[in-house]
């Protein structure tokens, strides 16, 4: 098999071209993502949760201190569902940020929200077992590929803008 992109021999049964990155079964939607530009982005996603929520009590508080109860309730809603609207994207807070997106590795269609959603919770409770093995398995993964990944049959592109 030929990358597309910069015509090298592909190693078979590959989501990526070893050689440039693309991604195989939809070459213009994006290439092989960074694993540590990936680690980046599950660092900061508590991080973006965290710090706007003291931003937005914080500016409501400055108005009123009801203003701020009002909102101390209100963001983590709101927040909870604008990250449930990002999983339906393939993405988390720091995935969009970083320009990262979760695909399906055959097919590079968005997961939906069902595989997102044992990608997110069953999937990293896995890879968070035995010291968080599954999470390096995708440093020597052809495809990168964590053990969530594999368990949700997804893989993580850089998308192409
Ligand atoms: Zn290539």
Redesign the pocket.
Known sequence: MI??????E?TPDSF???????FIPKTQKGRKANIFIRWLALVIDPLIGIGLYFLAVGIFGAISEDMAGVMAVLFPLGYFIWFLTLLRQGMTPGKKILGLQVVRNKSGEIPGFGKMFVREIFGRILSGLFFGLGYFWALFDKNSQAWHDKLAGTVVLKVSK
Not at 3 to 8: G, I, L, V
Not at 16 to 22: H, I, L, S, V
């Open positions: 990358c597309p992109n910069c015509q090298k592909i990526f071209c070893q050689w440039c990155g693309t």
